[in-house]
């Protein structure tokens, strides 16, 4: 195919055929504003603030919809384009809530950073100021907060929820001023098939929908004298956090943010991998029991809270597949409530479990009722990223600079395989290299699933081959799904993730949230991975050392007590 | 009609049927929704929560987006309507004949706004652009009747003439 001249701005610029008007202008280095667009989404032109005149004939496009074309001739820069651009936001700005300075997103909404690019002044904002909406606030928790007076209409959390989520749990309603994205009948998002995966909070560009936050409460534990306040941090959390402190995307600080939390107060610094390692042991010997049974195949993964929501409104008829693991998280904590408690001598009543995770839906996940196997809530506050990153900056910690401790010692030792939790494939990889040698005793190399979409794969164990297929993005899952639910597949293991690239791409993970930060964290848990010394779940010492102790045999007696969950059907 | 509350797994079940009968005419595909709308809204008088529900899970779609469908369209109501729909003119000719002072008058008389229905479901009251019968301004529709060139006294009158109607069960 030719490639298309244009001109913009008075530069040629060639572009391959299919090319919009924004990415022809991106590649010759001329940035246009942009609300409604999001790099992974399907395109919507709704904002008008990408707006560039056409010289030829005078008309202003939306820049993001509408496709280059030979010899157009295009201005970014004319006064017609530029007043229209800053017209629409002032537009944009007419109904929004004045209230930016307490707003969650101070600081990081783009609809407040637009609205000081483009110098719109106050006069500007309330020569517009009219009719105002009066929506309720959606505050029921436990994972997200909707706020939808925020909402400017720009329909990514839509997009998200159906294009990648295959929910829609979210859409527009009303028409004309009354237009608004809500859920059907304003019910709370905790009561409807809604994942908590928080997809919607890492796109909307506003304070329209954002976590629950937990921050106070935290603060509040720390500063209580009485209070052993332990805290986990999520595999995929050292990878992204630095993000939030001016390192670029795919920056390890491990270290670093161990020594912030140690800072912060935190009495006991742990990784959230020791229980995935132990979450690899129980499910892996699950594996083989059902496999050894032929039982429930295929099993399906257990440890990302979204799906699990997802698949009791979703695949009731299939929660039996589901892994009885419960998710790292979940072992951590009730762990740290009972065989930590025993090993340091302190009473379980007085901790305080607190896990940094790259996930909202963790948040839903450490209320639910079946959490309470060490006596107390097992759980008791979740922290995205970004909020652990608000208390950092709040006390003045400057992450980047610090130096490097380790985690503490007694639940502290941590595999590869571990690590590679927090993104696709990795589950799966991390428990085929222990079920391989609890069968076999031969070792298992690596096997380069690849990150995205659907992926299958055919793994021979000891004269068997086994099927297995590897997803992130429920809409991806429900592909597969179907495929089980309609007996049209033959698989023997799924592992599902709700959100796309799996935890490096979570609903709590700093903004943006786009493919190429997912992307660049995935790769640094994989070089984490490459350079650990252990890289096997089963030849962790601190998990046999555990075995021994405190829990027998894996699936036995206190294990299954204390590390197994059930799931109850919900309606559509 | 059975209750609605869904507590009573079989009274949900009664409360669906005249539903279930509507999606029976239709195949379940997406592109039935808004029929599927019309007639459950002639079932029940409007569309409950109840009944969204059950048809976005028969069709396979969100129910927010089925929600999203019926606020759309000005058509479909989702709060019970009373048994006479009052349709208060505020075109031109209206307006400028007095359409404010008639709607004022009906509004003191049934203690309800615009777009409200009476707690006894009698009436509800609305306002529409123009009915076309500009030469009776300032007029008002009542049901299928029409009633022109009123006052805010008259008004109260022609109200009279609706209310005690025992005639006719209640639609929802």
């Known amino acids: 195919m030719n490639k298309i001249a244009l001109t913009i701005d008075d530069q040629r610029v060639e572009v391959e055929p299919g090319t919009t008007l924004l990415e022809a202008a991106r590649q010759i280095g001329i940035e246009i504003p942009t609300l409604c667009y999001h790099p992974d989404l399907s395109l919507h032109g709704s904002c008008r603030v990408c707006v560039v005149e056409d010289v030829n004939t005078k008309r202003l496009l939306a820049s993001c919809v509408v496709e280059a074309a030979e010899g157009m001739v295009i201005s970014t820069r004319s006064s017609h384009a530029r007043r229209a651009r800053r017209r629409n936001v002032e537009l944009l700005l007419a109904n929004h809530p004045n209230d930016c300075l307490s707003c969650e997103r101070n600081g990081s909404c783009e609809l407040q950073e637009i609205t000081h690019k483009l110098g719109v002044t106050k006069e500007d904002v309330e020569r517009f100021r009219g009719k105002q909406r009066d929506f309720p606030l959606d505050e029921r928790g436990p994972a997200l907060r909707r706020e939808p007076n925020k909402c400017i209409l720009c329909g990514r959390c839509v997009r998200v929820c159906e294009e990648v989520q295959g929910l829609a749990a979210v859409d527009f309603a009303g028409r004309g001023f009354n237009s608004i994205v809500t859920t059907a009948f304003d019910l709370p998002l905790s009561e409807i098939n809604c994942a908590s995966c928080g997809q919607c909070a890492t796109v909307c560009p506003t304070g329209a929908i954002t976590e629950v936050r937990e921050v106070d409460a935290v603060w509040r534990a720390l500063e209580d004298e009485d209070k052993f306040v332990v805290v986990q941090t999520a595999p995929a959390i050292q990878a992204s956090i630095g993000e939030e402190f001016g390192l670029p995307a795919g920056t390890v600080v491990t270290g670093k943010l161990v020594t912030a939390l140690r800072m912060l107060g935190f009495d006991g610094v742990f990784s959230t991998e020791f229980t995935a390692d132990l979450t690899i042991i129980e499910e892996g010997w699950e594996f083989i029991d059902r496999i050894q049974g032929n039982k429930r195949l295929p099993i399906i993964t257990s440890c990302c809270p979204g799906w699990i929501k997802y698949a009791e409104h979703n695949y009731p008829d299939l929660l039996e597949h589901l892994s009885t693991a419960k998710s790292p998280q979940q072992m951590f904590s009730t762990l740290a409530k009972t065989y930590y408690a025993e090993r340091i001598g302190v009473d379980p009543e007085k901790i305080y479990t607190v896990s940094i995770m790259p996930c909202t839906a963790k948040k839903?996940?450490?209320?639910?009722?079946?959490?309470?196997?060490?006596?107390?809530?097992?759980?008791?506050?979740?922290?995205?990223?970004?909020?652990?990153?608000?208390?950092?900056?709040?006390?003045?910690?400057?992450?980047?600079?610090?130096?490097?401790?380790?985690?503490?010692?007694?639940?502290?030792?941590?595999?590869?395989?571990?690590?590679?939790?927090?993104?696709?494939?990795?589950?799966?990889?991390?428990?085929?290299?222990?079920?391989?040698?609890?069968?076999?005793?031969?070792?298992?190399?690596?096997?380069?699933?690849?990150?995205?979409?659907?992926?299958?794969?055919?793994?021979?164990?000891?004269?068997?081959?086994?099927?297995?297929?590897?997803?992130?993005?429920?809409?991806?899952?429900?592909?597969?799904?179907?495929?089980?639910?309609?007996?049209?597949?033959?698989?023997?293991?799924?592992?599902?993730?709700?959100?796309?690239?799996?935890?490096?791409?979570?609903?709590?993970?700093?903004?943006?949230?786009?493919?190429?930060?997912?992307?660049?964290?995935?790769?640094?848990?994989?070089?984490?991975?490459?350079?650990?010394?252990?890289?096997?779940?089963?030849?962790?010492?601190?998990?046999k050392k555990l075995y021994e102790d405190f829990l027998g045999e894996p699936l036995g007696g206190r294990a299954h007590e204390l590390l197994h969950t059930s799931y109850q059907a919900r309606p559509r | 009609m059975g209750c609605p509350c869904g507590h009573d797994g079989s009274g949900l079940e009664r409360y669906?049927?005249?539903?279930?009968?509507?999606?029976?005419?239709?195949?379940?595909?997406?592109?039935?929704?808004?029929?599927?709308?019309?007639?459950?809204?002639?079932?029940?008088?409007?569309?409950?929560?109840?009944?969204?529900?059950?048809?976005?899970?028969?069709?396979?779609?969100?129910?927010?987006?089925?929600?999203?469908?019926?606020?759309?369209?000005?058509?479909?109501?989702?709060?019970?309507?009373?048994?006479?729909?009052?349709?208060?003119?505020?075109?031109?000719?209206?307006?400028?004949?007095?359409?404010?002072?008639?709607?004022?008058?009906?509004?003191?008389?049934?203690?309800?706004?615009?777009?409200?229905?009476?707690?006894?479901?009698?009436?509800?009251?609305?306002?529409?652009?123009?009915?076309?019968?500009?030469?009776?301004?300032?007029?008002?529709?009542?049901?299928?009747?029409?009633?022109?060139?009123?006052?805010?006294?008259?008004?109260?009158?022609?109200?009279?003439?609706?209310?005690?109607?025992?005639?006719?069960?209640?639609?929802a």
């Open chain 2, 16 to 171: 669906l049927q005249p539903l279930q009968e509507v999606l029976a005419k239709y195949p379940s595909e997406e592109r039935y929704l808004v029929p599927i709308l019309q007639d459950a809204q002639e079932a029940y008088g409007y569309l409950p929560q109840e009944v969204l529900r059950e048809v976005a899970v028969k069709l396979n779609i969100s129910f927010s987006k089925v929600y999203g469908v019926a606020t759309f369209y000005t058509q479909f109501h989702l709060q019970p309507r009373g048994k006479n729909v009052i349709k208060v003119c505020t075109g031109t000719a209206c307006h400028v004949r007095g359409a404010g002072e008639v709607l004022k008058a009906i509004e003191e008389e049934l203690g309800i706004q615009s777009g409200q229905t009476t707690p006894d479901l009698e009436f509800t009251l609305e306002t529409v652009a123009c009915i076309g019968a500009c030469g009776l301004a300032p007029v008002i529709m009542i049901n299928d009747d029409t009633h022109g060139r009123l006052t805010k006294s008259s008004v109260k009158t022609v109200l009279e003439g609706y209310k005690n109607q025992s005639g006719g069960g209640v639609v």
């Open chain 1, 364 to 543: 839903f996940e450490k209320n639910r009722i079946e959490h309470r196997d060490s006596g107390f809530q097992d759980t008791d506050a979740v922290l995205t990223t970004r909020e652990l990153a608000d208390m950092i900056k709040e006390v003045g910690i400057d992450l980047a600079h610090l130096h490097e401790e380790d985690y503490d010692s007694i639940m502290g030792s941590l595999s590869g395989a571990a690590t590679i939790f927090g993104t696709t494939g990795g589950v799966t990889e991390a428990a085929l290299r222990t079920v391989k040698e609890l069968l076999t005793g031969e070792p298992l190399d690596r096997l380069n699933l690849g990150i995205l979409g659907n992926r299958e794969a055919e793994v021979e164990i000891a004269g068997r081959t086994y099927r297995i297929a590897m997803v992130s993005g429920l809409a991806n899952a429900a592909e597969v799904l179907n495929q089980v639910r309609a007996g049209t597949c033959d698989l023997d293991w799924i592992e599902v993730m709700a959100c796309p690239h799996g935890c490096v791409g979570g609903g709590g993970q700093p903004l943006p949230n786009s493919r190429e930060q997912k992307e660049k964290r995935a790769q640094a848990l994989a070089s984490i991975d490459e350079h650990k010394s252990i890289r096997k779940s089963h030849e962790n010492p601190a998990i």
